[in-house]
């Protein structure tokens, strides 16, 4: 069966430092991988997508950056973090394209100091 | 543009039936998800509609109209743990499953 991680958990960060959050799949093969944001009370925002190793999509622009270093490795960083990054981060996967569902991994709640 | 409009908050008593609406306005279409997520998890899946019609699966049922551009989530005999809010993402069109979410529907489920 196909599964999701995300690490860390919960992360409480100081404005201008770096960030790394890491997401991968197991299970299955070339899914398609997607960076969530979700601010409070909002709802989920796209941020990035990628179909495949290397390739990366930005939906929206801002400080952050997404890469893809293997097939079911996907990857959200910035260099400098501004208060505006909180929120809840959610990675998922899907297969192929048209109506498959996505499915979530557990998020990263980040606070942003 | 990208809208999709879903109530905030609803409220309901236990062994109810409550419905929440969703109505969209998104360049493409290519079909519409419903996912619940409970406070501080990741969405789980509960639906997709992509013809139009109502599509039942056990308590949840869901139901698309893609003309008037409106999708409904119905739950029957809701119990305590429904207590959710309940998402509503359009597929756009284009492919690779970009989705656009709602603000999702906060609903309280109360004995």
């Known amino acids: 069966s196909q599964t999701i991680h995300q690490w860390p958990a919960t992360l409480v960060q100081p404005v201008g430092s770096p960030l790394s959050l890491e997401c991968t799949v197991e299970g299955t093969s070339n899914p398609n991988l997607y960076w969530y944001r979700q601010a409070a009370g909002r709802g989920l925002q796209l941020l990035f997508y990628s179909v495949g190793i290397g390739q990366i999509s930005s939906e929206v622009p801002q400080n952050l950056s997404a890469s893809r270093p293997q097939d079911r490795q996907f990857i959200l960083s910035s260099k400098k973090l501004l208060l505006s990054d909180s929120g809840f981060y959610l990675c998922?996967?899907?297969?192929?394209?048209?109506?498959?569902?996505?499915?979530f991994g557990p998020g990263t709640r980040l606070t942003v100091l | 543009g990208q809208n999709i409009d879903q109530p905030t908050e609803m409220t309901a008593t236990e062994g109810a039936i409550v419905q929440i609406n969703c109505t969209y306005q998104?360049?493409?279409?290519?079909?519409l998800f419903w996912y619940q997520q409970h406070a501080g998890e990741a969405p789980t899946f509960l639906s997709y509609?992509?013809?139009?019609g109502l599509e039942e699966k056990g308590r949840f049922s869901s139901f698309l109209s893609r003309s008037k551009g409106y999708s409904y989530l119905l739950l029957k005999e809701l119990q305590m743990k429904d207590s959710a809010s309940y998402l509503c993402?359009?597929?756009?069109?284009?492919?690779?499953?970009?989705?656009?979410f709602g603000a999702g529907t906060r609903l309280a489920v109360h004995p």
């Open positions: 509609n992509v013809l139009d």
């Open positions: 998104t360049s493409g279409f290519n079909g």
């Open positions: 993402a359009v597929i756009r069109g284009g492919g690779y499953n970009k989705l656009i």
């Open positions: 998922a996967w899907s297969t192929g394209t048209g109506g498959n569902e996505q499915f």
